[in-house]
């Protein structure tokens, strides 16, 4: 019987680099990939991976080729997918070339930041005018909307530390942005909003002389049921409970993420690897959140470090 191990990139790239490592931890992940090649372990790679690689190829495109290669000699083309749509995650095997060549076109579609939508005018005038919103500031309440849920630090980081209406349009854009790759951004802030919408509905005295003469094509229950799309996205439980404890962790500050892309693959990386019996990082925070995510809500997979998963091979299912 096979053990599936999920591995956070920094391991792939571990055994990649093997040549460079030191004789004790050549020994741990030459151990790994040993356990890999003659199929006592079983790993897979995910859509978290490709980001990762996203990234590095945005810093150095040369090395993405040999880093496409070793995920694909290690899983072979095994990959596990949390697609719009789906209720549920989808084993299957795709091409991992085909997978980033898809992900880098749609990147390339896409500006990494607000500021950057004005570079289509030759000109530089509409990004100097977009320039000037650096010297407006928001109002100094606005701070008062992270104490009323975690995910406005999701949504509203760079205004939180800048506090003026460029950095809000940046982080409005960025969290567009991520709320395409990541469901479960979307489905908190849906929450948080539903849960708004009902504690004001209990408040009827404040809102009946509002209704009174409210228009019927205003009622957003009507207007909403009416008009939005019918295609359901994706809605799996499992994957909302997972990666919202992920970042509930990390909001207590405790090896916390100073990146937000990072929390966000990270917390990618926890939930693929709740699909498996292991899951290996050497990242410190990453494996405390995801051994505390497992933990508390009594998901069985291990989060250890190599050197630990080597170290007690007994464990593996024979």
């Not at 939508?117 to 407006?136: P, Q, S, V």
């Not at 008062?144 to 460029?166: D, G, H, R, V």
């Not at 802030?189 to 228009?215: A, E, M, R, V």
């Not at 229950?221 to 799309?229: G, I, L, R, V």
Request: proline share 3%.
């Amino acid at each position: 019987m096979s053990n599936y191990i999920y591995l956070d990139w920094n391991i792939f790239n571990k055994i990649e680099k093997m040549d460079d490592l030191d004789e004790e931890e050549k020994q741990v992940y030459s151990t790994i990939e040993g356990l890999i090649v003659s199929e006592k372990i079983t790993t897979p790679y995910s859509n978290a991976h490709i980001n990762d690689l996203l990234r590095g190829y945005a810093n150095n495109p040369v090395y993405i080729p040999q880093h496409l290669n070793t995920i694909k000699r290690l899983t072979n083309n095994l990959c596990i997918v949390q697609y719009w749509g789906n209720t549920q995650s989808t084993w299957h095997y795709r091409d991992v070339d085909e997978f980033f060549n898809s992900a880098l076109n749609e990147k390339d579609r896409t500006s990494d930041s607000f500021l950057g939508l004005m570079d289509c005018d030759d000109t530089g005038l509409m990004r100097k005018a977009m320039e000037m919103y650096r010297f407006i500031h928001v109002p100094s309440n606005f701070k008062e909307i992270y104490k009323a849920a975690p995910i406005f630090n999701l949504m509203f980081p760079q205004t939180k530390s800048e506090m003026n209406m460029l950095a809000l349009m940046e982080d409005i854009y960025n969290f567009s942005n991520n709320a395409k790759k990541d469901y479960s951004l979307y489905k908190s802030l849906k929450t948080y909003i539903n849960q708004s919408k009902t504690k004001l509905k209990q408040q009827k005295d404040l809102f009946k002389g509002i209704n009174k003469d409210l228009p019927s094509y205003l009622e957003s229950d009507k207007f909403w049921e009416e008009y939005a799309p019918k295609n359901k996205t994706s809605d799996n439980p499992a994957y909302q409970k997972i990666t919202d404890t992920y970042f509930r962790i990390d909001f207590k500050g405790y090896k916390s993420d100073a990146r937000f892309s990072n929390m966000i693959d990270d917390a990618l990386h926890v939930f693929y690897g709740a699909h498996c019996d292991y899951f290996l990082t050497i990242d410190d925070k990453c494996h405390y959140k995801a051994a505390e995510t497992y933990h508390k809500l009594g998901i069985m997979t291990k989060a250890l470090k190599p050197t630990e998963f080597v170290n007690n091979l007994g464990i593996l299912k024979t």
